[in-house]
């Protein structure tokens, strides 16, 4: 069995490949990556990690004629699409590069699907597309108008799959909404590895810890919370790349939409002093002013992917600290 993993050198790509690794060692699992925000050297760490060799092609998705060469050269048996731009501030400087690449990447890849009869696809979403909505987020709340051009290419995409998906019987979706995927895998080989300063909470407390960065501004200390800051729910990334293994083993005809979450929010300071206890070490901080546009409180409903997927996120907030530190320490 083939499986194509799209982007599957970045963050939640790489350790969803060594999920996959572990449910199926016999299936031929393929990366393609531009290596656009990713590096090599990843690669490298999954071989360590699975005592395998890795089949990576460096295509990029806006390339069709390569996708069309590989979709034809391997009868793929499902298809995991990561690839993608995701820095929210980014798109709003530069739009027309997020809607080429996270959109006109997905037609492609969807033309090479249906050309070659795929039958399981399964889509990096996120939560960025309830917009402003009130948590516990569920499925069926409406696709609102994201913030920003990031999360609009993700609700655009999830349209275009649903419209393929029902026009197209036999070629079957799953779009999976992240909430917020932080820590690395046990090894401490793989992890989350910003091209430059931080846009994420984890990786910028990481860089602080270092002594890489000064100081962690956290944005707002007056919200309605438990203690002023805003609310997350942070989910370990193995628990993401394992709801990943479940949503291929679990899907069923049709279109389908699943939170991976934990169900529950921390708090940015809750965070923090987890992380300094679990680490033994200081996470200097510094609250300022809120940012515009940030939702006080934002987590998932997860009792669909519980009940349908026969999955839930297992590993702490201690175990997300733990593992992030360790692989900022042994590679960051
Ligand atoms: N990390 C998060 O917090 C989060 C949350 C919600 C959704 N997501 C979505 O999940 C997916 C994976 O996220 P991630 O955190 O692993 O990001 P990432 O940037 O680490 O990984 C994405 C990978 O896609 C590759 N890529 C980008 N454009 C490409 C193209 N045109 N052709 C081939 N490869 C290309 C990049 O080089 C990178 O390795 C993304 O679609 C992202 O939008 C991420």
């Known amino acids: 069995m083939n499986i194509l993993i799209t982007g599957g050198i970045g963050f939640i790509g790489s350790h969803t490949y060594i999920s996959l690794y572990e449910r199926y060692p016999e299936a031929q699992l393929v990366i393609i990556d531009n290596l656009a925000n990713s590096s090599p050297r990843t690669i490298e760490r999954l071989k360590k990690i699975t005592c395998k060799s890795v089949l990576?092609?460096?295509?990029?998705?806006?390339d069709e004629q390569?996708?069309?060469?590989?979709?034809?050269?391997?009868?793929?048996?499902?298809?995991?699409?990561?690839?993608?731009?995701k820095a929210v501030g980014e798109s709003i400087t530069n739009p027309l590069e997020y809607y080429v690449n996270n959109v006109q990447g997905t037609f492609n890849l969807l033309r090479?699907?249906?050309?070659?009869?795929?039958?399981?696809?399964?889509?990096?979403?996120?939560?960025t597309v309830y917009?402003?909505?009130?948590?516990?987020?569920?499925?069926?709340?409406?696709?609102?108008?994201?913030?920003?051009?990031?999360?609009?290419?993700?609700?655009?995409?999830e349209r275009i799959l649903m419209d393929v998906a029902a026009a197209n019987p036999g070629f079957n979706v799953t779009i999976l909404r992240y909430f917020n995927p932080v820590?690395?895998?046990?090894?401490?080989?793989?992890?989350?590895?910003?091209?430059?300063?931080?846009?994420?909470?984890?990786?910028y407390i990481t860089k602080v810890a270092k002594g890489d960065l000064p100081v962690l501004h956290i944005f707002g200390g007056d919200y309605p919370t438990v203690d002023g800051t805003g609310i997350r729910d942070y989910i370990?990334?193995?628990?993401v790349a394992e709801g990943h293994v479940a949503a291929l083993e679990h899907l069923t005809p049709g279109y389908h939409i699943y939170n991976l979450g934990t169900g529950s929010g921390t708090s940015v300071l809750q965070l923090v002093?987890?992380?300094?206890?679990?680490?033994?070490?200081?996470?200097?901080y510094q609250i300022?002013?809120?940012?515009?546009?940030?939702?006080?409180?934002?987590?998932?409903?997860?009792?669909k992917a519980e009940s349908e997927l026969q999955w839930r996120a297992r590993r702490t907030i201690e175990d997300m600290c733990r593992d992030a530190w360790n692989f900022e320490k042994q590679d960051g």
Do not use: W
């Not at 989350?192 to 994420?200: I, L």
């Not at 002093?273 to 200097?284: D, G, L, R, T, Y």
């Open 131 to 157: 917009g402003d909505g009130n948590s516990p987020l569920k499925e069926n709340a409406p696709l609102l108008p994201a913030s920003n051009p990031y999360g609009q290419t993700k609700a655009m995409c």
């Open 183 to 203: 820590g690395a895998h046990e090894s401490g080989l793989i992890g989350e590895v910003p091209a430059s300063v931080p846009n994420n909470l984890m990786p």
């Open 288 to 303: 300022v002013n809120r940012r515009s546009g940030d939702n006080p409180s934002i987590y998932a409903d997860v009792g």
């Open 66 to 85: 390569a996708l069309t060469k590989l979709f034809h050269a391997y009868r793929f048996h499902s298809v995991f699409h990561f690839a993608g731009y």
């Open 56 to 62: 990576f092609f460096p295509i990029d998705l806006r």
């Open 273 to 284: 002093n987890a992380f300094e206890q679990v680490n033994e070490i200081k996470v200097p």
């Open 112 to 127: 090479c699907c249906l050309l070659y009869q795929i039958e399981r696809f399964i889509f990096s979403s996120s939560a």
């Open 236 to 239: 370990h990334v193995m628990d």
